[in-house]
Nanobody, 124 residues
């Protein structure tokens, strides 16, 4: 399973950005996909997740109300729309996927597959 993330870049504080992550596989059955992020010197943390079948979403408190995660099942792609970006949103954003159901979103160990990361820089 390969996950490819796109859409990172430089954006001004208050601006918006849309990240995309495409899952390239012939056999992988997706149960959920998610976005994590890692700022310099900090641990990688959960940002948002979505159940592939129901569309149920879950967000970290730090982005709730400013972020929207969505998926296109036909394209095996998950999106993260981030609005009202803050300097503290700057990080490398990673997409993740898993094949089995879990109620736990935040732990990295709950996710089987990871993309390569895309850098988001927010200028103040």
């Amino acid at each position: 399973v390969q996950l490819q993330a796109f859409g990172g870049g430089l954006v001004q504080a208050g601006g918006s950005l849309r990240l995309s992550c495409a899952a390239s596989t012939r056999t992988f059955s997706t149960n959920a996909m998610a976005w994590f992020r890692q700022a310099p010197g900090k641990e990688r943390v959960f940002v948002a997740g979505i159940n592939w079948y129901t569309g149920t979403t879950n967000y970290a408190d730090s982005v709730r109300g400013r972020a929207t995660i969505s998926r296109d099942t036909a394209k095996n792609t998950v999106y993260l729309q981030m609005n009202s970006l803050k300097p503290e949103d700057a990080a490398v954003y990673y997409c993740a996927a898993r094949a089995t159901y879990s109620r736990r979103w935040e732990p990295e160990a709950e996710w089987n597959y990871w993309g390569q990361g895309t850098q988001v820089t927010v200028s103040s």
